[in-house]
């Protein structure tokens, strides 16, 4: 099992980024998809999921409107679209298969991409 983020960066406030996570090694349409970000010398942060039917998305409050979660299931991979972006969005961003929020566990991870937002 593997998942591989990219897309991470360096970018002005109010710019643009998309990540995206590559999945391999598991049904990727049967979990519970997530974003989730920790900033330097803070815990983990849920950023928002998508549901293992795809019917619904949800975002943390932070991120709400700004932020779009969606998958490409042809090609196992997850996306997260990063608008208006703010220096507090600054951290490393994770992909998670399977996710709790209530646990902030998940079955799977990513090794992480770097967003800095920064003039």
């Known amino acids: 099992v593997q998942l591989v983020e990219s897309g991470g960066g360096l970018v002005q406030p109010g710019g643009s980024l998309r990540l995206s996570c590559a999945a391999s090694?598991?049904?990727?349409?049967?979990?519970?998809m997530a974003w989730v970000r920790q900033a330097p010398g803070k815990g983990l942060e849920w950023v928002s999921r998508?549901?293992?039917?795809?019917?619904?998305?949800y975002y943390a409050d932070s991120v709400k409107g700004r932020f779009t979660i969606y998958e490409n299931n042809a090609q196992n991979t997850l996306y997260l679209q990063m608008n208006s972006l703010k220096p507090e969005d600054t951290a490393m961003y994770y992909c998670?298969?399977?996710?709790?929020?209530?646990?902030?566990?998940?079955?799977?991870w990513g090794q992480g991409t770097q967003v800095t937002v920064s003039s």
């Open positions: 998670a298969a399977d996710f709790s929020i209530a646990t902030m566990t998940a079955d799977f």
């Open positions: 090694g598991f049904t990727f349409d049967r979990y519970t």
């Open positions: 998508i549901s293992s039917d795809k019917s619904y998305t």
